[in-house]
């Protein structure tokens, strides 16, 4: 709800405090994605979409449906034997048998598939079962599965009705071409679950989809795109609440409003990152100044849910690709070399951020004008959750250590001085976490060696560098 300021409680002052006098922010114009008409509805869509397993397999089934009731009334107005020649008796039972084998099949494939889940979500991170969930091979798969089951069921009820006794033909081809279908699915399914398990496709996953998400939400700029402006925000005149249960802010339409504080003279401030948390009545968005603005337009800009995606928040591809490393990394596993493959993604997404503009949190109007200041992580923030939990875990192992030199090595001869204090921060924390753990300098020596694989690549680490 929109609260007016005179009418706030004690409680409300750590939110509504006022703006300082003067605050340099750099400010842009709306990229082109985020103008795109229905934003919101198209987030939710492809939310809606990505994360059920109910519409894919839904529209298998359906076709099934329609297949087994078109199948048997083609046989019945055919003539003659047919390739197979198969009677509508004999027709049915081979449907039955079908439909009983298929529906055993789906049951063993379904219960597989939750146990590599399962395990994956062991073995990696919890946070990475959204992945398994949007798959598409995986939800055609499952549809595949049911299937032939479904179509064999409706097709043995519609079976007979004619006076030739030889009709069966196209409804046991189409069932059979069902089942072959499944069995192609079943291989394809089984290796895109192993797949899934391998690091490396988890790493490549989840740097696919950071890119989309930077585009989203670091846009690239043009010339003379960002600007810092001297902002003197007026104090805050209302302030709108999350009205639900506990949630996680995942998507701003940004268009809707800046379209909203430019129609109302005033500048809207969000209070949280995309990603993080909103409790209960919890202040989500302040309006500085101007006419008041309508409470349901400002929560039809919001997107929340009950966890975080990757659509709106690149950070988060980074925090999924290291936990997958720091569980590669902890005594129960023991595998630094997953824990590299983690780095050189890591690498990929750091230099990606390093050359966009992170800083421009603020967002203009068509005339120049702040509209929507939007909190951000900041290139420090960023490298911080890259690289501090990897290196406090993995120190201790002599190629996370060497794919850690080299890759702070390469960011800082690749990206503008701006970007350097927080990599020679982290830099002076590995050497310190070194120092304390090898005590001979011929081993300390050799883990302080950048490597662009791990151990046995500094040769080309070398070359790198000339």
Partial sequence: MNV?????????????????DTE????????????APLWSLRLHARETFAHSLVIVPSAYLLGAVLLGIAIPALDRSATGGGLLGVTP????????????????????????????????AGQYSPRLVPSFRSDAVIKNALGLFVAPGVYALVAATNLGGSTDDRVGTATVLV??????????????????????????????RLLGAFARAVDDVYPRPVAGDIELRALSPAPVSSVLRHGHRNELLIGVDRARLVQAARDAGAIIEITAPIGSHVGDDAP???????????????????????????????????????????????????????????????????????????????????????????????????????????????????????????????????????????????????????????????????VGTADYIGIGGTSGAQVTRD
């Fill in 4 to 20: 007016p300021e005179d009418s706030r409680t004690p409680s409300d002052s750590t939110v509504q405090h006022d703006a300082p």
């Fill in 24 to 35: 340099t922010v750099a400010a842009r114009r709306l990229s082109t994605s985020e103008r």
């Fill in 89 to 120: 008796g004999e027709a049915q039972s081979i449907m039955e048998s079908i439909a009983g084998g298929m529906v055993a099949f789906s049951g063993l494939v379904v219960s597989v598939a939750v146990l590599v889940v399962q395990f994956g």
């Fill in 175 to 204: 069932a059979l071409a069902l089942m072959i279908a499944a069995l192609v699915a079943l291989f394809r399914f089984i290796g895109r679950l192993l797949d899934l398990m391998r690091p490396r496709r988890i790493y490549a």
């Fill in 284 to 446: 989500i968005l302040l309006v500085r100044g101007g006419s008041s603005v309508d409470p349901r337009t400002l929560h039809r800009a919001l997107t929340f849910a009950d966890g975080r995606r990757l659509q709106e928040d690149p950070a988060f591809a980074i925090r999924c690709t290291v936990d997958v490393a720091i569980r590669a990394l902890s005594p129960a596993v023991n595998d630094p070399t997953s824990a590299v493959e983690g780095l050189d993604a890591l690498e990929a997404m750091l230099m990606a951020l390093g050359r966009r503009p992170l800083e421009s949190s603020a967002i203009e109007d068509d005339d120049g004008q702040v509209r929507l200041l939007l909190p951000s992580p900041d290139w420090d923030e960023l490298v911080d959750l890259a690289l501090t939990e990897i290196r406090w875990y993995g120190a201790d192992a002599p190629q996370v250590a060497r794919r850690m030199t080299a890759l702070l090595q390469r960011l800082t001869e690749s990206l503008s001085p701006e970007h350097h204090p927080a990599l020679i921060r982290q830099q002076h924390a590995l050497e310190v976490s070194l120092a304390r753990i090898y005590h001979d300098p011929d081993e300390l020596a050799f």
